[in-house]
T-cell receptor, first 114, second 113 residues
C-alpha cells in the first residue's frame, strides 16, 4: 500500500487566499484525522472522521477552516481566507479502528501564508 | 484532564550512548500508551505501544514499559545510532465517548557520530 498520501507537499500563498489541502487515506481505514503541527503548540487535532462522517471538529480553530470527506478515499481541509498565523505543517492520518489503533500519518503539507 | 508530559529537548548524545526519554501521564480510566517517531520531513510513525500495566513495548532496539504505579512510559535504547536522530512523541489514548489520542510536545534527539 502507498500509505497516506497528502498533496501538495508545500504550499506558499498570500494572506486572504483560499487554500485546499488534500488527503487520500489508506484503503480500508475507517478513521481519518487532520492534525496541525507548530513549534509553539505542537500537534493539534483539528477534526476527525469515522466512515466519512465528521465526529469531532472541536479543534478547528475558527470558521475559516472547513473539512470534508466526500468518500472513503478522499478528504480536504480548506482555509478561507488564509492568514499568516495559519502557517504550519498539516498532517492527515488514518487508522483502521480509531485512536487506540496505530495511526498512519502522511508526509504533511508545509503551508506558508505570507 | 488527561495529559502527557515528556522531557524537553533537544537531547544530544554520541553514537552508541544509552538513551532515556522520560514520559509521564495523567489519565482517568485505563489508557493505552504509545511512542511515535518523526524523522525529518516526514509524518509520525508508530514506534511501539503498550496497552496495559507492566506491558513492555519494543521495536528497533527501543523499549518502554507501562508503569502504572509511577504513571510513566519512559523510552530507552541501549546503543543509539545517528539514524535515530528524530523527534519522539509520547502519547496516550483512552477509549470512551470522547476518545482521542493525546500527544506530548515531542523531544528532539540529535545523535553525533
Amino acid at each position: 500500500d502507498a500509505g497516506v498520501i497528502q498533496s501538495p507537499r508545500h504550499e506558499v500563498t498570500e494572506m486572504g487566499q483560499e487554500v485546499t489541502l488534500r488527503c487520500k487515506p489508506i484503503s480500508g481505514h475507517d478513521y481519518l484525522f487532520w492534525y496541525r503541527q507548530t513549534m509553539m503548540r505542537g500537534l493539534e487535532l483539528l477534526i476527525y472522521f469515522n466512515n466519512n462522517v465528521p465526529i469531532d471538529d472541536s479543534g478547528m480553530p475558527e470558521d475559516r477552516f472547513s473539512a470534508k470527506m466526500p468518500n472513503a478515499s478522499f478528504s480536504t481541509l480548506k482555509i478561507q481566507p488564509s492568514e499568516p498565523r495559519d502557517s504550519a505543517v498539516y498532517f492527515c492520518a488514518s487508522s483502521y479502528r480509531g485512536f487506540n489503533e496505530k495511526l498512519f500519518f502522511g508526509s504533511g503539507t508545509q503551508l506558508s501564508v505570507l | 484532564g488527561d495529559s502527557v508530559t515528556q522531557m524537553e529537548g533537544p537531547v544530544t548524545l554520541s553514537e552508541e550512548a544509552f538513551l532515556t526519554i522520560n514520559c509521564t501521564y495523567t489519565a482517568t480510566g485505563y489508557p493505552s500508551l504509545f511512542w511515535y517517531v518523526q524523522y525529518p520531513g516526514e509524518g509520525l510513525q508508530l514506534l511501539l505501544k503498550a496497552t496495559k500495566a507492566d506491558d513492555k513495548g519494543s521495536n528497533k532496539g527501543f523499549e518502554a514499559t507501562y508503569r502504572k504505579e509511577t504513571t510513566s512510559f519512559h523510552l530507552e535504547k541501549g546503543s543509539v545510532q545517528v539514524s535515530d536522530s528524530a523527534v519522539y512523541f509520547c502519547a496516550l489514548s483512552i477509549m470512551n465517548r470522547d476518545d482521542k489520542i493525546i500527544f506530548g510536545k515531542g523531544t528532539r534527539l540529535h545523535i553525533l557520530p
